[in-house]
């Protein structure tokens, strides 16, 4: 999986489609993303002797394919490539060929 945790990712597909969002969470197992806005769903918390009930509004999963990396230099979504530079291996756009970690 080529997204990580707090990458900056736009929404290509979808019904949050044009969305932009820090990553929150990478599941790579399951190929997934939590990306902060993005597929917010209502959770109903129910009542404890400590907490009252509550509506909750928390971010779901999405899969990693329905998201491209924001490239600030480009100002736009753009693919990951990976090359090798001073002899470690590094993530760069291939819009802008700016290295990324």
């Known amino acids: 999986m080529q997204i990580k945790k707090n990458d900056t990712v736009v929404v290509i597909t979808g019904k949050d489609k044009g969305k932009r969002g820090k990553v929150l969470k990478a599941i790579p197992d399951k190929n997934r993303i939590v990306v902060e806005g993005v597929?917010?769903?209502?959770?109903?918390?129910?009542?404890t002797r400590k907490e009252?009930?509550?509506?909750?509004?928390?971010?779901?999963?999405?899969?990693?394919?329905?998201?491209?990396?924001?490239?600030?230099?480009?100002?736009?979504?753009?693919?990951?490539?990976?090359?090798?530079?001073?002899?470690?291996?590094?993530?760069?756009?291939?819009?802008s060929g700016q290295t990324i970690d």
């Not at 597929?39 to 009542?47: E, S, W």
């Not at 230099?73 to 001073?86: F, V």
Request: glycine residues 10%; without cysteine.
């Open 52 to 95: 009252r009930s509550d509506i909750k509004h928390v971010e779901g999963s999405i899969d990693v394919s329905n998201v491209l990396y924001w490239d600030a230099k480009a100002k736009s979504g753009t693919r990951i490539g990976h090359r090798i530079e001073g002899g470690a291996k590094v993530r760069y756009s291939k819009k």
């Open 39 to 47: 597929n917010v769903q209502t959770k109903h918390q129910k009542q």
